[in-house]
């Protein structure tokens, strides 16, 4: 934050977009249970990462004077639908995102306080070099699985709701799913 701060000046915005997914089963077709430490790194990255920044740049905000509005800052989290409808396989990044759903409001609670305001998003299937991982028909099958539009999510349409987000102040608490009505399946 200090570095940031002495670069660019204080920071009134806070957007959280890191994350990993390690996909494994919970007991393996070798029948031995998953390695810890995949799902500790997982839910390190995702959720104590996202929280760790979080409380950084409140205290930083916090310590800002507030705008003519009294807003002193706005943070927008990441979180994913995976949070709410985890697939096999992946019950490290499901229980990590959901994580960072469950703390959008009591963080908001306690924030508001300070005019500091808290939203998360939960985006669908986006394609960013995360999903560019995939092959070509994986991510052509992923796209037309959407309802509408039938296609994977633009990184610049994520971006629009964060600005959205800063912009309108009665905006607080929330988790805004953007995901062209996609419900993931099981599997
Ligand atoms: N792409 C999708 O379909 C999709 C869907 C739902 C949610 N998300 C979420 O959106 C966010 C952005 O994902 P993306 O699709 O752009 O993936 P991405 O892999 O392209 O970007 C993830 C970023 O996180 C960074 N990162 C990873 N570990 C880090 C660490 N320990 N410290 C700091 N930075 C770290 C990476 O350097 C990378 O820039 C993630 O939280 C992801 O879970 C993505």
Redesign the pocket.
Known sequence: MATARAAHGPARILV??????TPGRIVGRDRLAAPLEDFVRVVS??LI?TYNVLRLAAAHMRALDPLESGERGVIVN?????GYEGQVGHTA?AAS?AGIIGMTLPAARELSRSGIRVNTI??????????RRLPEEAREALGASVPFPRR??K?EEYAELVVHIIRNAMMNGEVVRLDGAIRLPPV
């Open positions: 959280s977009c890191a994350g990993i997914d990255v995702n990462g990441t979180a994913s639908v995976v990044y995102k939960a985006p669908g299937l986006f394609d960013t070099p995360m999903m994977l999510g990184p």
